[in-house]
């Protein structure tokens, strides 16, 4: 199994002086790239959604970082004041995946270990590396151990996108899709379309394609009916944060698919990586959501479609109770039911074994 989907070109590439992404603006109607050559272009990429997906979002945000190290002046201490500005802009850009944050953090410990300026450059830079090395290498397992809760001839439906576009990898919950499509026991993906933003039919759905993976996608709507006929085997979704009892946020509409499933026994599974994980937070109550324009409600591609001026409520994430999940799988193993008591048995296992297990990986 390749680490990378074939069909689908670097969600993120670094070249040393500048920063690559995917405008996932333009998809499906057009394959561009943009180059962000400063940390402000990279917290407006993020903000204005060029980049959606929280591990790739925290890539971006690492190397968003590592831009900001190079024009740096050579005093130490004002080089560190001007980096923490950074920090704070790259952070406030978008609230609800913690991984942003974590990225942000984890390169400006790094940069705190220069003894000079003119150490932090480098430190900075290698830290995202590992950063976006570490996310690869994440999915590859999350997708290994994903595929082995899958029964053969599954068909599974996920939510938003959690794939390649969405990571620096070839996804969370599409790499288990991935790889159990690569194992022949996957025949079919159903997409959510995902309303506003139809990650679903713009980013999933255009992927899967590039990988010949036979998907469907439906109106959310549908969801409800498509269970009941009996052909969904698993729902797998990503998240953006996953508190400490194991309540998820993810895409606005994942709670509700969760209830559905709950009520016709589909199995819920959430594949993220460790960094997806917050400790500070003790349940979903505590994640902070985003709350996005009324024009993403109101408006479409077309135009506006809504009355002028209609009160609109958008959030655009949200929980799904700990209660409501099969399993949450991520790089270090699988939880199951998780619980407080869960997530505490797996804390204490992976800091136990892996550096990195407590929510940060990337060192
Ligand atoms: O608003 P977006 O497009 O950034 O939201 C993306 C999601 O909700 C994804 O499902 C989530 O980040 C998991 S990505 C592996």
């Not at 944050?101 to 790094?110: D, F, I, Q, Y």
């Not at 599954?154 to 790499?175: D, F, I, K, P």
């Not at 990650?199 to 959310?220: C, K, N, R, S, Y």
């Amino acid at each position: 199994m390749r680490d990378r989907p074939q069909g689908v070109p670097p969600t993120v590439e670094w070249s040393g002086t500048t920063l690559r992404i995917i405008d996932q603006r333009l998809l499906p109607h057009r394959l561009e790239a943009m180059t962000l050559t400063s940390c402000a272009e990279a917290a407006d990429a993020i903000r204005n959604m060029a980049v959606r997906g929280a591990p790739a979002i925290g890539c971006v945000a690492a190397f968003g970082m590592a831009l900001a190290t190079l024009d740096l002046p050579d005093d130490r201490e004002r080089a560190m004041e001007l980096l923490e500005r950074a920090a704070g802009v790259l952070k406030a850009t978008r609230p609800t995946a913690v991984n942003l944050a974590h990225a942000v953090e984890l390169a400006l410990a790094e940069a705190r270990l220069a003894r000079s300026a003119a150490e932090i450059p480098g430190r900075v830079t290698a830290a995202a590396r590992r950063l976006m090395e570490s996310d690869v290498a994440a999915n590859m397992e999350i997708g290994r151990l994903g595929a082995a809760l899958l029964p053969e001839r599954c068909s599974v439906l996920t939510h938003c996108n959690a794939g390649s576009l969405a990571t620096a990898g070839y996804g969370t919950a599409l790499g288990i899709v991935r790889t159990a499509y690569a194992q022949g026991k996957l025949t079919r993906v159903f997409a959510d379309e995902t309303r506003p933003r139809l990650q679903g039919l713009q980013l999933t759905a255009w992927e899967l394609m590039q990988d010949g993976i036979p998907v469907t996608v439906i109106a959310d709507n549908a969801a409800a009916a498509l269970m009941r006929s009996g052909r969904v085997s698993a729902v797998v979704v990503g998240a953006d944060r996953i508190a400490a009892n194991g309540d998820a946020a993810n895409k606005i509409g994942t709670y509700g698919v969760a209830i559905l499933a709950k009520h016709h026994r589909v199995p819920f599974y959430v594949a993220a990586p460790t960094s997806t994980l917050d400790w500070a937070i003790a349940d979903g109550d505590g994640i902070p959501i985003e709350e996005r324009a009324p024009e993403e409600i109101t408006g479409t591609g077309a135009g506006r479609v809504g009355p002028e001026g209609v009160e609109v409520w958008n959030p655009s994430f949200d929980v799904t109770p700990c209660e409501l999940i099969t399993a949450i799988v991520t790089e270090n193993g699988v939880i199951e039911t998780p619980s407080r008591a869960a997530m505490d048995a797996y804390r204490e296992r992976t800091c136990r074994t892996v550096a990195g297990g407590d929510g940060v990986t990337g060192r």
